[in-house]
């Protein structure tokens, strides 16, 4: 060690390093690693004074082999993430890469997999983050949770939860409809008598009130709690958070249900004329009219998934309906008697119904198949789905709530049950809270419900603590995304696919649409000519010139036809998938 | 009885002070987040409509030549200086940054025909009409001094073009012949000629340093090695080229500007073929200059535009132009890679910003990734009709659109008409030519 050369003096520093003692790891069993520390520093002291670059090496490789470890990562690797988790920011199937791609192609494929894969990790993975856990109720051995009372809840949560479940006793002016602001922060109310109020409904705060003096068929909220509509006996009304009328919309007549389309700033009205009419909010104008030819309109629902609204109507029948057709996409038969309620899950996939045949029935919407019905002896006048797919059913007096609705197993016994006086007009989820607002005859009460919120939100989308400028910001970002009324659908993915239409296909849809073929080749005229050439016969011998040129497409046009009958396979698509008008008229039961 | 109630504490969700910034909690799921694909769209699109509405690429004119600019150059070292020369033979030396005229030179009689910065940024060269070359300091003379050059050497005849070596101390002129001179001698240390009597164009390759290319009158680009005796070969095409530019990154390449209104990138090593034919003037083209990321080049054309092409495209991406800007004559992309200058007729050098729509100076964290974020949108949707049609869009004035009308039919007509002789000829006399193979007449070896 006496020796002054640099490699020397490098030796004598990493032993002084490792004499640093690291501090002990539950996973380490300290004794062995430190004798095994020990022994390599001390072969390497010896051979160090000669051959110092080749320790270097051992050294180096001896960590490789892991003899001696200062640490060692337990748990090597990234962290796994549950397969559920990861399925559900799925989004497409991946993409294979076709055969006999071009190297280009096939690194570029490869690039953009990886991407999605990255991001659909990265999102998956921020589910820990998550500050909120859901809310839920269980009962104790042999207890019922729908026996389980609202004033028992609201004792055994804390305060500001427990002053959730409240009642307003509006007797003068009721039954009442209502609607909660799309942040769940403001409640709307409207009584059939005229009454419309709008509260903060956690802090009980009264916006405005105020009297119409006409009927009041529905309320609705538009994108901000700034605005909302008030469907009255006449015209479409538009009041400020004030309760200031902004507008009377009286192309919007005799208005029974309005649903509103946050994405596409469109409110879309059922009047008792059988009308089905969509405002655009952002500039006022009327998008479309359509007139459904069904009679009265008053059920109604949105599917939040791709904005088609659903109409329930008095033959047993719900039709889909976008505002680009003036026939309804669907038409399914539900019941055998009258449509009295609908919901329409957030996802899209399920669509629950109540008729007069006092029948409850779940509906899988993308197949248009019954899932399972299950007879309610009250029957249910009005439905609503929260947002983490509780399903309550007004039943007369009772409003019941019922758990694990969607999917195939059969509706056994309520999750909640809870008795109202007087007649219920309006039920409504509040969004991001566990709250069951529910307007009847007596006025409105706030019911709690654990579970039936979505614990966590997005604050770039729908924030209920946003503050004024946040708002600000958010409605001009949302203005600018607007979704144009143009590509409303069944599929609302359609616009990322590929057209894989044929040529053939195309084709046929530009003849049918424009009602000639543009392809068609001209038929052969022949020039006029002077000096006595242009006689008929004349004319006639020079269309014969070129008639078999004719001739020759249709001949080859022929032949071709006759070998796709030899060999039984047909060249046009008959895929009239563009027109996706499915008509079911099944009856179940 | 168990149970839990949604409750938050409003304390988590909003900021502690005025003074912080807002909360802003994330989920996402993407059940709370419908319409993906539409929404992106729609942004998409705006992002499409932004980027023409920002497209405002003009930046800054340079004036105070007497006549047209016939030739530009960049500094070799400074990003800020540039010289160009007049057809008056005035040589001015400017600022860019700020836009003003630091000297200027009356060079030679006549045309300033080329100029060339020395690889350190020490000295100039020019050629002009007057058969001279003269080689100029770059710093200005003191107060009250002459400008005088450091070095004239008199030719025998006209010089067109210069151009410098990348490393050496010699420079290569075009005229009669192309000649290659050692700084130090006044004659040239060789010549080469290949049966032509004018050259319009050399240049030296970036990479390859003793690689050199030229524009002849007979319609061919040749090649030479300057340290063989003979040109290596040379490339006759249906017209004459005016200029050729090195590609900078892919050295194999160069693109030369045509008089059939057409510019062709060629690969070294396939002559026969060009490897693209970028069409869009609707005049002959006068000039060419690559950026200095090898992946786009700007072209200057009698028509009063300037277009850029990416190198492997066929059709431009951008074009400017302006109501005074008259016949283009020559165009240099700036070694930032951000501006594009040019010179024309009207006595103005123009610099434009290569990116139309690129907003200048620094950017903030924000706006890069929201222009990266746009970029991205508008490359996913780019193939939807809508997006297409607004990013393709281009103004035009009525004269160029017109012509580009009538060069179209033409085609047509050209078209059909060689389809009607086909048809009536013995199969196989008249044979199918590529647009690329079209223009190329012979590789002489």
């Given at each position: 060690?006496?020796?002054?050369t640099?490699?020397?003096l490098?030796?004598?520093?990493?032993?002084?390093m490792?004499?640093?003692?690291?501090?002990?790891?539950?996973?380490?069993?300290?004794?062995?690693?430190?004798?095994?520390?020990?022994?390599?520093?001390?072969?390497?002291?010896?051979?160090?004074?000669?051959?110092?670059?080749?320790?270097?090496?051992?050294?180096?490789?001896?960590?490789?082999?892991?003899?001696?470890?200062?640490?060692?990562?337990?748990?090597?690797?990234?962290?796994?993430?549950?397969?559920?988790?990861l399925?559900?920011?799925?989004?497409?199937?991946?993409?294979?890469?076709?055969?006999?791609?071009?190297?280009?192609?096939?690194?570029?494929?490869?690039?953009?997999?990886?991407?999605?894969?990255?991001?659909?990790?990265?999102?998956a993975?921020?589910?820990?983050?998550?500050?909120?856990?859901?809310?839920?109720?269980?009962?104790?051995?042999?207890?019922?949770?729908?026996?389980?009372?609202?004033?028992?809840?609201?004792?055994?949560?804390?305060?500001?939860?427990?002053s959730?479940?409240?009642?307003?006793?509006?007797?003068?002016?009721?039954p009442?409809?209502?609607?909660?602001?799309?942040?769940?922060?403001?409640?709307?109310?409207?009584?059939?008598?005229?009454?419309?109020?709008?509260?903060?409904?956690?802090?009980?705060?009264?916006?405005?009130?105020?009297?119409?003096?006409?009927?009041?068929n529905?309320?609705?909220?538009?994108?901000?709690?700034?605005?909302f509509?008030?469907?009255?006996?006449?015209?479409?009304?538009?009041?400020?958070?004030?309760?200031?009328?902004?507008?009377?919309?009286?192309?919007?007549n005799?208005?029974?249900?309005?649903?509103?389309?946050?994405?596409?700033?469109?409110?879309?009205?059922?009047s008792?004329?059988?009308?089905?009419?969509y405002?655009?909010?952002?500039?006022?104008?009327?998008?479309?009219?359509?007139?459904?030819k069904?009679?009265?309109?008053?059920?109604?629902?949105?599917?939040?998934?791709?904005?088609?609204?659903?109409?329930?109507?008095?033959?047993?029948?719900?039709?889909?309906?976008?505002?680009?057709?003036?026939?309804?996409?669907?038409?399914?038969?539900?019941?055998?008697?009258?449509v009295?309620?609908l919901?329409?899950?957030?996802?899209?996939?399920?669509?629950?119904t109540?008729?007069?045949?006092?029948?409850?029935?779940?509906?899988?919407?993308?197949?248009?198949?019954?899932?399972?019905?299950?007879?309610?002896?009250?029957?249910?006048?009005?439905?609503?789905?929260?947002?983490?797919?509780?399903?309550?059913?007004?039943?007369?007096?009772?409003?019941?709530?019922?758990?694990?609705?969607?999917?195939?197993?059969?509706?056994?016994?309520?999750?909640?049950?809870?008795?109202?006086?007087?007649?219920i007009?309006?039920l409504?989820?509040?969004?991001?809270?566990?709250?069951?607002?529910?307007?009847?005859?007596?006025g409105?009460?706030?019911?709690?419900?654990?579970?039936?919120?979505?614990?966590?939100?997005?604050?770039?989308?729908?924030?209920?603590?946003?503050?004024?400028?946040?708002?600000?910001?958010?409605?001009?970002?949302?203005?600018?995304?607007?979704?144009?009324?143009?590509?409303?659908?069944?599929?609302?993915?359609?616009?990322?696919?590929?057209?894989?239409?044929?040529?053939?296909?195309?084709?046929?849809e530009?003849?049918?649409?424009?009602?000639?073929?543009?392809?068609?080749?001209?038929?052969?005229?022949?020039?006029?000519k002077?000096?006595g050439?242009?006689?008929?016969?004349?004319?006639?011998?020079?269309?014969?010139?070129?008639?078999?040129e004719?001739?020759?497409?249709?001949?080859?046009?022929?032949?071709?036809?006759?070998?796709?009958?030899?060999?039984?396979?047909?060249?046009?698509?008959?895929?009239?998938?563009?027109?996706?008008?499915?008509?079911?008229?099944?009856?179940?039961? | 009885?168990?149970?839990?109630?949604?409750?938050?504490?409003?304390?988590?969700?909003v900021?502690?002070?005025?003074?912080?910034?807002?909360?802003?909690?994330?989920?996402?799921?993407?059940?709370l987040?419908?319409?993906?694909?539409?929404?992106?769209?729609?942004?998409?699109?705006?992002?499409?409509?932004?980027?023409?509405?920002?497209?405002?690429?003009?930046?800054?004119?340079?004036?105070?030549?007497?006549?047209?600019?016939?030739?530009?150059?960049?500094?070799?070292?400074?990003?800020s200086?540039?010289?160009s020369?007049?057809?008056?033979?005035?040589?001015?030396?400017?600022?860019?940054?700020?836009?003003?005229?630091?000297?200027?030179?009356?060079?030679?009689?006549?045309f300033?025909?080329?100029?060339?910065s020395?690889f350190?940024?020490?000295?100039?060269?020019?050629?002009?009409?007057?058969?001279?070359?003269?080689?100029?300091?770059?710093?200005?003379?003191?107060?009250?001094?002459?400008?005088?050059?450091?070095?004239?050497?008199?030719?025998?005849?006209?010089?067109?073009?210069i151009?410098?070596?990348?490393?050496?101390g010699?420079?290569?002129?075009?005229?009669?012949t192309?000649?290659?001179?050692?700084?130090?001698?006044?004659?040239?240390?060789?010549?080469?000629?290949?049966?032509?009597?004018?050259?319009?164009?050399?240049?030296?390759?970036?990479?390859?340093?003793?690689?050199?290319?030229?524009?002849?009158?007979?319609?061919?680009?040749?090649?030479?090695?300057?340290?063989?005796?003979?040109?290596?070969?040379?490339?006759?095409?249906?017209?004459?080229?005016?200029?050729?530019?090195?590609?900078?990154m892919?050295?194999?390449?160069?693109?030369?500007?045509?008089?059939?209104?057409?510019?062709?990138?060629?690969?070294?090593?396939?002559?026969?073929?060009?490897?693209?034919?970028?069409?869009?003037?609707?005049?002959?083209?006068?000039?060419?200059?690559?950026?200095?990321?090898?992946?786009?080049?700007?072209?200057?054309?009698?028509?009063?535009?300037?277009?850029?092409?990416?190198?492997?495209?066929?059709?431009?991406?951008?074009?400017?132009?302006?109501?005074?800007?008259?016949?283009?004559?020559?165009?240099r992309?700036s070694?930032?890679?951000?501006?594009?200058?040019?010179?024309?007729?009207?006595?103005?050098?123009?610099?434009?910003?290569?990116?139309?729509?690129?907003?200048?100076g620094?950017?903030?964290?924000?706006?890069?990734?929201?222009?990266?974020?746009?970029?991205?949108?508008?490359?996913?949707?780019?193939?939807?009709?809508q997006?297409?049609?607004?990013?393709?869009?281009?103004?035009?004035?009525?004269?160029?659109?017109?012509?580009?009308?009538?060069?179209?039919?033409?085609?047509?007509?050209?078209?059909?008409?060689?389809?009607?002789?086909?048809?009536?000829?013995?199969?196989?006399?008249?044979?199918l030519?590529?647009?690329?193979?079209?223009?190329?007449?012979?590789?002489?070896?």
């Open positions: 060690m006496a020796a002054v640099p490699e020397v490098t030796s004598t520093h990493v032993e002084k490792k004499k640093k003692k690291l501090p002990k790891r539950y996973w380490e069993e300290t004794e062995k690693t430190d004798q095994s520390q020990r022994r390599p520093e001390e072969e390497q002291g010896k051979a160090g004074q000669n051959q110092n670059k080749s320790t270097v090496k051992e050294k180096s490789l001896k960590r490789k082999n892991g003899e001696s470890l200062e640490k060692k990562d337990p748990f090597p690797g990234e962290a796994p993430i549950p397969q559920k988790q399925q559900k920011f799925q989004r497409g199937k991946k993409c294979k890469v076709p055969a006999g791609a071009r190297e280009r192609l096939k690194e570029a494929i490869a690039i953009s997999e990886a991407m999605s894969e990255h991001a659909q990790k990265q999102a993975r921020y589910d820990l983050l998550l500050p909120e856990d859901a809310g839920f109720l269980e009962g104790d051995e042999d207890e019922d949770t729908n026996t389980i009372s609202q004033a028992d809840i609201a004792d055994a949560v804390d305060i500001t939860s427990g959730k479940y409240f009642n307003l006793h509006l007797s003068q002016f009721g009442y409809r209502l609607d909660y602001s799309r942040t769940g922060r403001n409640l709307l109310v409207g009584g059939k008598k005229g009454h419309v109020a709008c509260i903060d409904w956690q802090t009980k705060d009264l916006k405005c009130e105020m009297n119409v003096m006409e009927t009041v529905d309320v609705k909220w538009l994108h901000t709690e700034a605005m509509a008030v469907a009255q006996k006449r015209w479409l009304y538009i009041y400020d958070s004030k309760g200031v009328e902004l507008h009377c919309v009286k192309k919007f005799d208005v029974l249900r309005m649903q509103f389309l946050p994405y596409h700033f469109l409110l879309a009205t059922a008792a004329t059988g009308f089905l009419q405002l655009d909010v952002s500039i006022g104008k009327e998008v479309a009219a359509i007139c459904t069904m009679g009265r309109l008053d059920v109604m629902a949105q599917n939040p998934h791709n904005a088609v609204i659903h109409l329930g109507h008095p033959n047993g029948t719900v039709s889909l309906w976008s505002p680009n057709q003036k026939e309804s996409l669907v038409k399914m038969l539900c019941h055998r008697g009258a009295r309620s919901a329409v899950d957030k996802t899209g996939t399920y669509m629950v109540s008729g007069l045949d006092r029948k409850l029935k779940v509906y899988d919407i993308r197949a248009f198949k019954p899932l399972h019905s299950c007879f309610l002896p009250a029957g249910a006048s009005c439905l609503s789905l929260s947002q983490r797919g509780l399903l309550s059913a007004a039943t007369g007096e009772i409003v019941q709530v019922y758990q694990n609705v969607l999917g195939s197993n059969p509706v056994s016994k309520p999750y909640m049950a809870h008795r109202l006086r007087g007649q007009w309006g409504a989820y509040c969004p991001f809270e566990d709250v069951l607002g529910i307007g009847h005859g007596e409105f009460t706030s019911m709690i419900v654990p579970g039936a919120g979505e614990p966590n939100f997005d604050a770039l989308d729908t924030n209920p603590y946003r503050s004024h400028k946040q708002r600000q910001e958010w409605e001009v970002k949302a203005l600018l995304e607007k979704v144009q009324p143009e590509l409303i659908g069944l599929d609302p993915g359609q616009l990322s696919k590929v057209d894989q239409a044929s040529f053939e296909q195309r084709h046929k530009q003849i049918e649409a424009l009602g000639f073929d543009p392809l068609a080749k001209d038929k052969f005229k022949p020039r006029t002077k000096k050439r242009s006689s008929a016969g004349a004319i006639e011998k020079r269309k014969r010139k070129v008639a078999h004719d001739q020759r497409v249709f001949l080859s046009l022929s032949l071709l036809s006759l070998f796709a009958i030899i060999s039984h396979c047909s060249y046009y698509r008959h895929d009239d998938a563009s027109h996706r008008r499915c008509n079911i008229f099944k009856q179940s039961d | 009885m168990k149970v839990k109630v949604l409750c938050r504490n409003p304390d988590d969700y900021r502690e002070t005025t003074r912080d910034i807002q909360r802003v909690p994330r989920n996402y799921d993407p059940t987040h419908p319409f993906e694909v539409p929404r992106e769209y729609t942004r998409a699109l705006n992002a499409t409509k932004l980027e023409r509405v920002f497209a405002k690429p003009f930046v800054a004119s340079l004036d105070g030549h007497r006549d047209g600019i016939s030739c530009i150059t960049k500094h070799a070292k400074s990003l200086t540039i010289i020369g007049a057809c008056d033979g005035e040589v001015k030396v400017w600022n860019l940054p700020r836009q003003e005229c630091l000297r200027t030179v009356q060079a030679h009689e006549g300033v025909r080329g100029i060339c020395r350190c940024g020490t000295s100039f060269f020019t050629v002009g009409d007057d058969k001279t070359i003269k080689q100029w300091n770059w710093e200005a003379p003191g107060y009250g001094v002459r400008e005088e050059p450091i070095n004239t050497i008199l030719g025998k005849a006209v010089f067109t073009g151009d410098h070596h990348q490393r050496e010699t420079f290569v002129t075009c005229g009669q192309v000649d290659i001179w050692d700084e130090q001698r006044s004659s040239p240390i060789r010549s080469f000629s290949w049966g032509v009597d004018s050259f319009s164009c050399v240049r030296y390759n970036p990479v390859e340093t003793e690689l050199l290319a030229s524009c002849a009158s007979d319609r061919s680009v040749v090649l030479y090695d300057t340290r063989e005796s003979a040109p290596l070969r040379k490339v006759i095409m249906q017209l004459r080229s005016n200029t050729l530019c090195w590609n900078p892919e050295a194999y390449y160069f693109t030369c500007a045509n008089e059939d209104y057409n510019l062709y990138t060629y690969d070294i090593r396939h002559l026969d073929v060009p490897v693209t034919v970028h069409m869009d003037h609707v005049s002959a083209v006068l000039d060419v200059d690559y950026s200095p990321t090898g992946r786009e080049f700007v072209s200057a054309s009698f028509d009063k535009t300037i277009r850029i092409f990416p190198k492997d495209k066929g059709h431009s991406r951008e074009v400017y132009h302006t109501k005074r800007m008259q016949h283009v004559i020559c165009v992309w070694a930032d890679n951000k501006y594009v200058l040019s010179g024309s007729d009207e006595m103005n050098i123009r610099l434009w910003k290569a990116n139309a729509s690129e907003k200048l620094l950017l903030s964290a924000r706006e890069k990734a929201a222009t990266h974020y746009n970029k991205k949108l508008i490359e996913k949707f780019q193939h939807h009709p997006v297409r049609r607004i990013a393709r869009h281009r103004h035009l004035p009525g004269d160029i659109l017109k012509q580009k009308r009538e060069l179209r039919e033409m085609r047509e007509a050209q078209r059909r008409k060689e389809q009607n002789v086909r048809k009536h000829s013995k199969p196989g006399s008249v044979p030519l590529t647009e690329k193979e079209k223009h190329v007449v012979a590789v002489v070896e």
